[in-house]
């Protein structure tokens, strides 16, 4: 049975006892994936769509602000920077609140402390401790930047989806924020 498409799939060699792709509606959700480990022909191709679209926004913002000399990275960074107390966040907080690996961010930090948009600075709370902060270079390009990208986010994504599907992602997405690792 494929699994989504016209090309066979891994479950057409599986036995004839091996589970159907079937929704489970009648399992709670925390036991579903252990109750049938293959996705539907439908959440097949809900996931790819997903994977595909989420790359084609990526890919769109990106372009979209590599006008700036930003990627899309260095862009959350600046923003999760300028909505925080004092423009500032410590290293570890802000990797995990752009969702990058540490080492990720300190490259990142460094690419965009060169070219004078960021300073690190010891934690005043903690010495041990290395806070990034925006500085005035930094808030001036994100502020050039920002109505740019907010018309190409919403040129790629907000705008084509109908508001209630919308909201459907959002409350998607915030079930898949709360998954614990």
């Not at 066979?8 to 959700?29: C, H, K, L």
């Not at 790819?48 to 979209?64: E, F």
């Not at 808030?139 to 599907?165: H, K, T």
Request: charged share 30%; glycine share 4%; net charge negative.
């Amino acid at each position: 049975m494929s699994q989504g498409g016209s090309r066979p799939s891994i479950q057409d060699d599986a036995p004839s006892n091996a589970p159907s792709t079937r929704f489970f509606e009648d399992v709670e959700p925390e036991k579903r994936s252990t109750a049938d480990p293959w996705l539907s022909a439908e959440q097949q191709h809900i996931w790819r769509a997903w994977l595909r679209g989420s790359a084609r926004i990526t890919g769109y913002l990106s372009k979209d602000l590599r006008r700036h000399d930003l990627e899309l990275c260095e862009y959350e960074i600046l923003v999760t920077l300028s909505e925080a107390p004092g423009y500032a966040v410590r290293m570890s907080m802000l990797a995990t609140e752009v969702h990058q690996s540490r080492s990720r961010l300190t490259h990142a930090i460094e690419r965009l402390e060169s070219r004078g948009l960021v300073v690190r600075e010891p934690d005043v709370r903690d010495r041990r401790g290395v806070v990034a902060r925006l500085n005035s270079e930094g808030m001036d390009l994100l502020r050039q930047a920002a109505p740019d990208y907010v018309r190409a986010l919403r040129r790629i994504f907000v705008d084509p989806v109908d508001p209630e599907d919308f909201a459907a992602l959002g409350r998607a997405m915030k079930a898949v924020l709360s998954v614990s690792d």
